[in-house]
């Protein structure tokens, strides 16, 4: 069998005196897409956030691709600042609101980390954007600057921008959630596309549609805990908890049948 | 009779008379121009990190960056010139009249710099340097290339202000013997005993001073607006 390339063991994330994690442990195979859905604050974003350590989980440990960083020794883990943020050239993070740089043009948003994180030559780094942008149509853009484009461009365009650094794994949260809902589609078709190649993603979505026909596995958080994680196509039809099952019936507006699954 | 002198010529005899304290006047401006770039690159640099420590979490880093925002916001400049230049001596540090003229007003004028750097930089969301720092920058690229950047357009017409007022403030260095504009001016009215001339004649060069700084901006402005 394959080696995980993320396994997250017992995390938990405390802000102070509120734990917005209490103990999440998974693995994730190589070309998995694993959907990650919950109510409004069970800790969703919390949980991809410390994936790739935009927050420090408060315990726990995480390997992703053989590194396997052990949160509960802290000042160990400041002497690792370097590879931490080696960690993250390696992890694609795409955000609900897009965040561009609106200062550089399209095509200087894709090739900015590839030249100055991971030391690109200008010429190569602008040949790859240029392939990349040209597969997301956008290529006549790359000059423009990101407030010229339309909210569905702009969230391509930042997925393009994660997907220049090669990552082995994408993290996507809720991305859709900020666009009017005929340029969801456009978004959703290019992480579709992204799956079928084989990108190692975890996504953070209320499109539950797309959670059951491109991911692989559902995971579903309740109250910072996992409390349901199953095959997608399963799980979403005919849930094993409750929890899940008023969850499906809130964002779907309709029934959600009991569980046939042994 | 000199009654009769007619304007043409009195305006030629006035010229004659003020003509030979020109060259010594702009030589003075010269001063003005080099005082007044020292001190706005020395305030630059306390303003900048004046305002990464006021907004840094860390209170080590904080404490003494809103101490020192507080006390030169809440005192006169000119008192804050003679501690430079007749405290510090006095603790066995001397320093040149042009030298602490210099520091005095580029830590005064810092604080200010430091206010509007704080207002840029919290004008910047949240996500973009987020999603720098999720792609792998360190906290110093983001700053350089993400960050700073937007900061240098939207505080831009208060950083000109802040450049024209360390301008004229150049003025009162005059107390500590640096010959700029002021002082040489009162150094020619004491013996020509003129004060309107060349009062006013100092008034017109500080004002082509002010008014080419301010243009200058202006201009980067322009530049800088019509790109994103
Ligand atoms: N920086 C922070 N400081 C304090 N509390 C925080 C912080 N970030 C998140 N929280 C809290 O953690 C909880 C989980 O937040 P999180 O954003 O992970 O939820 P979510 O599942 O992504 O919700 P949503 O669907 O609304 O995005 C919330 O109660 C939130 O208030
Ligand atoms: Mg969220």
Redesign the pocket.
Known sequence: MAEAILTLSSLHKQ??G?E?LKGISFNVMPREVIAII??????????L?CVNLL?IPSSGTLSFDGVLIDFSKPERLWRRGLSLRRLRTRIGMVF?SYNLWPHKTVLENVTEAPIRVKGMARAEAVDIARQLLARIGLLEKCDTYPSRLSGGQQQRVAIVRALAMSPKLMLF??VTSALDPELIGEVLDLMATLAAEGMTMLV?T?EIAFARDVSTRTIF?DG?RIAEEGPSREMLTSPANERTRQFLRRVLHQPVSASARP | MSDFINPVERAAAWWHSIEEYLPGMLESCAIVVELTAAVIILSWICGLVAALGKTSTHPVLRWPCEFYIWFIRGTPTLIQIFIVYFGIPQLGLRLSPFTAGVVALGVSSGAYVAEIVRGGLSAIPKGQTESAIAIGMSARQCLQYIVLPQVVRIILPPITNEAVTTLKNTSLLSTITIVELTLKSEMIISYTFRPFDFYIIAAILYLAMTTSLMSTATWIEGRLARRY
């Open positions: 802000y102070g509120l917005v919950g109510a409004s604050g069970s800790g969703k974003s919390t949980l956030r927050e609900q949260d809720e953070v209320h958080v910072g």
